[in-house]
């Protein structure tokens, strides 16, 4: 099992905030509002992004879009390494997601992985009019051909590095960790 030990902080409270509300500006100007916004968190550190994503929104137009809460587990095709007996916890859709503009949100874009997952999950409950992506962290080493519509911070990184995104409602702080692999 590999370990890394902290290098760098990247972000703290106030730059995951800033990155966020303008991730929210972003949106709105890309998509000439919130009407017809679904936000959906791919579990874990995804969640609690989008609902202050969607509560940045609602400051800025008064309207808080949607959140969903996506759960990928079913749809990784790692599952068989990860565990034989995998924890599936629930996906929770408010709205019909027919025609309506999915933003997909998640801590760290890496490989794409979890993306090409959480598309398959999206297409499996219907059939949007577009999905697009937010991510707080883009580190590159892409294995698929993903990019993310919205990136708070890019982060170029070596493979022998890891992006910890901490968040207060799962970790008590919020803060983004560069991590070096120990030797």
Do not use: C, W
Request: aromatic share 2%; net charge negative.
């Amino acid at each position: 099992m590999t370990t890394f030990i902290d290098k760098t902080v990247l972000m703290d409270e106030q730059a995951m905030h800033r990155a966020l509300v303008r991730i929210a500006h972003e949106i709105l100007e890309k998509n000439k509002g919130v009407d017809n916004i679904v936000l959906v968190g791919i579990r874990s550190r995804g969640v609690p992004l989008a609902e202050r994503v969607a509560d940045a929104i609602e400051n800025i137009e008064g309207k808080r879009p949607p959140v969903g809460v996506l759960d990928i587990t079913l749809y990784r095709d790692d599952l068989s390494i990860l565990s034989y007996q995998p924890i599936v916890r629930p996906t929770t859709m408010p709205v019909d997601i027919d025609n309506k503009i999915i933003v997909l949100v998640d801590d760290v874009l890496y490989t794409g992985r979890t993306i090409r997952s959480a598309l398959n999950a999206i297409i499996d409950m219907g059939r949007p009019k577009s999905i697009q992506l937010a991510v707080l962290i883009d580190r590159g080493h892409r294995e698929l051909p993903i990019r993310a519509d919205y990136v708070g911070k890019n982060v170029p990184t070596s493979s022998k590095e890891s992006v910890n995104v901490k968040v207060v409602e799962i970790d008590d702080t919020d803060q983004v960790v560069l991590r070096q692999e120990k030797e």
